[in-house]
T-cell receptor, first 115, second 114 residues
Framework: DGGITQSPKYLFRKEGQNVTLSCEQN?????MYWYRQDPGQGLRLIYY???????QKGDIAEGYSVSREKKESFPLTVTSAQKNPTAFYLC??????????????FGNGTRLTVT | GNSVTQMEGPVTLSEEAFLTINCTYT??????LFWYVQYPGEGLQLLLK?????DKGSNKGFEATYRKETTSFHLEKGSVQVSDSAVYFC?????????????FGTGTKLQVIP
């Protein structure tokens, strides 16, 4: 079955360390997204990518970085510059390019805890 | 910019009660509207969608009608079950600078008690 795989499900890091969250999709989707979810705040967009080697900052990109070297993969790095990194991170994909009506498909998330 | 406002929760209902979760939106273009559901510890799943005015989306007994005149997309279900307990997100999708831009509401937690 096609879908989005995020790993790991739980991640623990010490403050000051960078950490990379994995996101892989086999839906043949062009567009991929990273969201951050905090209690009571809904979903906030971190970065998005419409095509390989292209990505754009979302609403809360500071302290995060991404790459899109392959269509299937869109890893997110949470750097030490991110002031409040503890959160639930969701990766999503959609058909992209002109398909503005297409729904997002989500992975099951990674819960990051930084102490 | 675009925005989505949905009623705050939590909403607590008895099994077989009628459910309404209100959602209103502001948008400059002609967005598509969605409801997503999130079960504990999981990602969001598409529940239903509507792409133009007066369209009705439906799935698993849930319904929502795209009302352009009132800029609303309220979610309804005639008889809820305990298994419907989850967080529900209203969202709109539009194009911005050639990209698909999705705006989410803050989510409404539903708890159904037996």
């Amino acid at each position: 079955d096609g879908g989005i795989t995020q790993s790991p499900k739980y991640l623990f890091r010490k403050e000051g360390q960078n950490v990379t969250l994995s996101c892989e999709q086999n839906l043949n989707h062009d567009a991929m997204y990273w969201y951050r979810q905090d209690p009571g705040q809904g979903l906030r967009l971190i970065y998005y990518s419409q095509i390989v080697n292209d990505f754009q900052k979302g609403d809360i990109a500071e302290g995060y970085s991404v790459s899109r070297e392959k269509k299937e993969s869109f890893p997110l790095t949470v750097t030490s510059a991110q002031k409040n990194p503890t959160a639930f991170y969701l990766c999503a994909s959609s058909m992209g390019w002109g398909s503005y009506n297409s729904p997002l498909h989500f992975g099951n998330g990674t819960r990051l805890t930084v102490t | 910019g675009n925005s989505v406002t949905q009623m705050e929760g939590p909403v607590t209902l008895s099994e077989e009660a009628f459910l309404t979760i209100n959602c209103t939106y502001t948008a400059t273009g002609y967005p598509s509207l969605f409801w997503y559901v999130q079960y504990p510890g999981e990602g969001l799943q598409l529940l239903l969608k509507a792409t133009k005015a007066d369209d009705k989306g439906s799935n698993k007994g849930f319904e929502a009608t795209y009302r352009k005149e009132t800029t609303s997309f309220h979610l309804e279900k005639g008889s809820v079950q305990v298994s419907d307990s989850a967080v529900y997100f209203c969202a709109l999708s539009d194009q911005s600078g050639g990209y698909q831009k999705v705006t989410f509401g803050t989510g409404t937690k539903l708890q159904v008690i037996p």
